[in-house]
């Protein structure tokens, strides 16, 4: 099937309070390209350096979505456009962005990452943390950061209760957490979901699902 085709067939398949990040790391533009001209304005990629270089030949009307690991140090190059910053684990790297986006007079969306998986390679916070970091008087002084939401990854596992169980826990530390509001936090995206698993986090309470594979094909 095309691409076209792949797209039109997971879009149909998602409620529509879901919204559909395209993982296109790795792709090369045109098969971004055929994705966007099929209708499609959410991409999502995982190195800034390659995110950039795709913002820089595509349409201006196109999210960027970063959603892999953030070194701190690449974090200025994709401030002046990036619409959505998915893997925040860290108030060094909340600070990073908060710097970068005062410099462009900008307020950046962030959603943080938690730690969910059995995995030890995952990343992202546990909820001690979590709850350390939101009550902190050094994150309520970031005014150039907007945390909308949660994510997390469950373990790359056949054992779909596993994946389930795994998924409602950050359903539920999303519920726990969204009466907590304050002018740079108020909770409404919950990022859980991928090719593999996408279906289960919908049914546990995902509202933005990041499909690389089934849209694209294998890497």
Not at 19 to 45: C, H, N, W
Request: glycine share 6%; with cysteine; hydrophobic share 35%.
């Amino acid at each position: 099937m095309s691409i076209k085709d792949n797209l039109h067939t997971i879009k149909s398949s998602l409620p529509s309070h879901v919204t559909l990040v395209s993982v296109s790391k790795t792709k090369p533009v045109s098969d971004l390209m055929e994705a966007y001209d099929a209708g499609q304005r959410i991409f999502g990629e995982n190195k800034i350096q390659e995110m950039t270089e795709k913002w820089q030949q595509m349409p201006k009307d196109i999210e960027w979505h970063m959603i892999g690991h953030v070194q701190s140090n690449k974090v200025k190059y994709m401030v002046p456009y990036v619409k959505l910053i998915h893997g925040v684990d860290s108030m060094k790297l909340l600070k990073e962005i908060n710097r970068h986006a005062v410099r462009w007079r900008k307020n950046i969306k962030c959603l943080l990452q938690i730690h969910i998986a059995e995995e030890e390679t995952k990343f992202g916070l546990d909820e001690k943390e979590l709850d350390e970091l939101l009550h902190s008087d050094e994150f309520k002084s970031f005014e150039n950061i907007k945390i909308v939401g949660l994510m997390g990854m469950a373990t790359f596992t056949e054992n779909q209760e596993q994946v389930k169980r795994e998924f409602n826990h950050l359903k539920s530390i999303f519920e726990n957490c969204k009466s907590l509001e304050s002018l740079n936090l108020k909770l409404e995206t919950l990022s859980m979901g991928m090719s593999g698993d996408y279906s289960i986090a919908i049914e546990c309470g995902s509202t933005m699902v990041r499909i690389g594979s089934s849209i694209f094909g294998g890497r």
